[in-house]
C-alpha cells in the first residue's frame, strides 16, 4: 500500500478525523450531560493534542533531531531498535 499523497485527499482525511471526534464528544456529552463531564471531555481534548505535539514536534526538534517516524509503531519499532542496540544511527522514517 503506498502513503497518501493527493493534498485534497490529505485534507478530507483531517476533516473526517475532525468529524469523529466531534461526533464522538458530543455523543458522550448527550449521554451524561454534566459540568463533569464537559470538564473531562475538554481536558481530554487538550491533553491529547498535547502529547501528539509532544510525540511528533517536541521529540524531534529539542530531545533528539534524529528521531524521526512516521507514526506511533514506527517510534514504538525505533525505540525497541535503540533499545536493543540494533540501531545503527540510521534515522526512522
Given at each position: 500500500m503506498s502513503d497518501l499523497q493527493s493534498k485534497s485527499l490529505?485534507?478530507?482525511?483531517?476533516?473526517l478525523f475532525l468529524l469523529m471526534?466531534?461526533?464522538?464528544?458530543?455523543?458522550?456529552?448527550?449521554?451524561?450531560?454534566?459540568i463533569t463531564t464537559a470538564t473531562l471531555l475538554g481536558l481530554l481534548i487538550w491533553s491529547s493534542c498535547r502529547f501528539?505535539?509532544?510525540?511528533?514536534?517536541?521529540l524531534e526538534k529539542y530531545v533528539d533531531?534524529?528521531?524521526?517516524y512516521a507514526g506511533l509503531i514506527d517510534l514504538?519499532?525505533?525505540?525497541?531498535?535503540?533499545?536493543?542496540g540494533r540501531d545503527s544511527g540510521s534515522e526512522c522514517r
Open positions: 490529505i485534507v478530507f482525511k483531517g476533516l471526534a466531534v461526533m464522538s464528544a458530543v455523543i458522550l456529552f448527550a449521554q451524561a450531560p454534566t501528539y505535539y509532544f510525540l511528533f514536534y517536541v533531531p534524529t528521531m524521526r514504538i519499532q525505533g525505540m525497541k531498535k535503540r533499545r536493543n
